[in-house]
């Protein structure tokens, strides 16, 4: 059975770093074409791609953040980190991991996190 | 704006059939394969479609994807109350060199 559960600070003051951690099992991000990625949902509004790490170690970034975003991985623990620096308000949203079992560019998120809820603010 | 242009709103009548659409360009579903999310408010999205017109275990066959060069549509035919969500396309992107999703179509069950 694969599951996915986001863990991290539910408030977060503008300017600071944003840690997530996406733990997960009944899967290894060892495994041949296995990635896990982060999307996240302002309140109210759409789905926005932010990240993806394979099971080579390759990463990917939406462009409009990526000088803000770092992401990472520990195989042994299961768990895939993001990072994001200097927050703004306009960070505040739901984060969610999702698992992709095909590397490459058609891929899609066949589990998905509950997600954690992140809002921004002094 | 979306890269991927979804109609905001749809709807229609239980046992009757809605169409959603979603337009792209040749960098995304022109070159790679689309897939759609349902999200009902409060839930995490969960894959309807994959590889254009794929349903996962699971998906009910009263919904069906199509593709046709830089579109996709996905069809919901015999409308229940428990479709009434947001539907979300994705697809590769080469220009943003990332994954880009619509901006969402909010379906009612009227």
């Known amino acids: 059975q694969v599951t996915l559960r986001e863990s991290g600070p539910a408030l977060v003051k503008p300017t600071q770093t944003l840690t997530l951690t996406c733990t997960f099992s009944?899967?290894?991000?060892?495994?041949?074409?296995?990635?896990v990625n982060w999307i996240r949902q302002p309140p109210g509004k759409a789905l926005e791609w932010l990240a993806r790490?394979?099971?080579?170690?390759?990463?990917y970034y939406t462009t409009s953040l990526k000088t803000r975003l770092t992401i990472s991985k520990d195989t042994s623990k299961n768990q895939v980190v993001l990072t994001m620096t200097n927050v703004d308000p306009v960070d505040t949203a739901t984060y969610y991991c999702?698992?992709?079992?095909?590397?490459?560019?058609?891929?899609?998120?066949?589990?998905w996190g509950q997600g954690t809820l992140v809002t921004v603010s002094s | 704006q979306s890269v991927l242009a979804q109609p905001p709103s749809a709807s229609e009548t239980p046992g009757q059939r809605v169409t959603i659409s979603c337009s792209g360009s040749?960098?995304?579903?022109?070159?790679?394969?689309v897939n759609w999310y349902q999200q009902v408010p409060g839930t995490a999205p969960k894959l309807l479609m994959y590889?254009?017109?794929q349903r996962p275990s699971g998906v009910p066959d009263r919904f069906s994807g199509s593709k046709s060069g830089t579109s996709v549509s996905l069809t919901i035919s015999g409308l229940q109350s428990e479709d009434e969500a947001d539907y979300y396309c994705?697809?590769?992107?080469?220009?943003?060199?990332?994954?880009?999703f619509g901006g969402g179509t909010k379906l009612t069950v009227l």
């Open positions: 999702a698992r992709s079992p095909l590397g490459g560019y058609n891929y899609y998120f066949d589990y």
């Open positions: 009944g899967f290894s991000l060892s495994t041949d074409r296995m990635c």
């Open positions: 790490i394979d099971w080579d170690d390759d990463k």
């Open positions: 040749r960098s995304n579903i022109g070159t790679y394969t």
């Open positions: 590889n254009n017109d």
């Open positions: 994705a697809a590769w992107d080469d220009g943003l060199n990332g994954l880009v």
